[in-house]
Every structure is written in structure tokens, then in C-alpha cells.
């Protein structure tokens, strides 16, 4: 069934983008194992935590998601090194899955901030002072 695109303001759009987002994550020869051999990652916990950040990023919710992510993604690229394709691969998955079921401000915001957001662990975790 073909549904209307609408934007990705609620949380219950941003859900629904990171459950596609994260089955083809999943699904990617090139991300995959870092998700689940290298971090490991538990979905039943991961999911939740992935959902706030966004509704942070993306609503404004206060009170969601505290952690550090760069803290995560440096102590990642210290047990695996990133490469700038596996960054890469990720913003075409993430541009691939908002374009596929929405549009609007929200929508274009969620790309530009992934766009940022990645270009700026590219740079930490290219800098030699990122430990
Ligand atoms: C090469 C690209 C990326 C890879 C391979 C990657 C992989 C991962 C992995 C494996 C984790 C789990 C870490 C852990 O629990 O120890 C994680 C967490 C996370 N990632 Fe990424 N990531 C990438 C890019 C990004 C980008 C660009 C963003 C944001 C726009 C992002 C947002 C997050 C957030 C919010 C968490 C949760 C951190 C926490 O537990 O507090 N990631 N990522």
C-alpha cells in the first residue's frame, strides 16, 4: 500500500524512519558487523536510545536522550577503525530511508543533520588528538 509522505514530525514518524533505517543497516554487508559483532548491540535497547536522540534533534524533546554519542563513536573506531565509506554508506542509507516515506522541513533537517553530525565524527575520528 502506497501512503501519503508526510513530514517527519512526530515521534511516531521518527520511529517508524529508524525501524526502516535500522533494517537496512542490518541488512548492509558493510555495516552490519559493526553494529552486531563489533558493538554488539542489543535492539530492545538501542532502538529506544536511538529514537530519543532523534526526537531531541528533531522535536525538541528536553528530557530524552543524555548520553555522548561522540564518546561512542570514538570508543567504536578505537575498537574497529571507521572508514570514510562506512560513513558514507551510512548517510546513503539514512538519506535513502527519509526520502523513501517523507518530505517537508523536518524531513530536509533530518538530512542535514545527519550530513553534519557525520561529517564532524569523520573529522574526530580522523584528528589525532580524538583520544
Ligand atoms: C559510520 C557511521 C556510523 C556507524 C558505523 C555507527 C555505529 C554505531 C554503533 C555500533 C552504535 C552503538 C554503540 C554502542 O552502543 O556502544 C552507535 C550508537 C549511536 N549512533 Fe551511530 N554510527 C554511525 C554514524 C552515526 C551518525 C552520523 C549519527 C547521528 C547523526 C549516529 C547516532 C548514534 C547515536 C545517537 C547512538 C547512541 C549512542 C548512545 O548509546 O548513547 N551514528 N552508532
Known sequence: MQSTPRDLDSPEAIAEMLDAFYRKVLADDRLRPLFLDVAEIDLR???P???????????????GYQSNMVARHLALHEQHPLQLDDFERWLELFRETVN???TGPSADRAKTLATRIAGNLVRLTRSPIST
Open 49 to 63: 536510545c536511538i529514537r530519543a536522540y532523534w526526537c531531541k534533534l528533531l522535536l525538541g524533546e528536553r528530557d
Open 45 to 47: 535497547t538501542h532502538l
Open 100 to 102: 523513501a516515506d517523507f
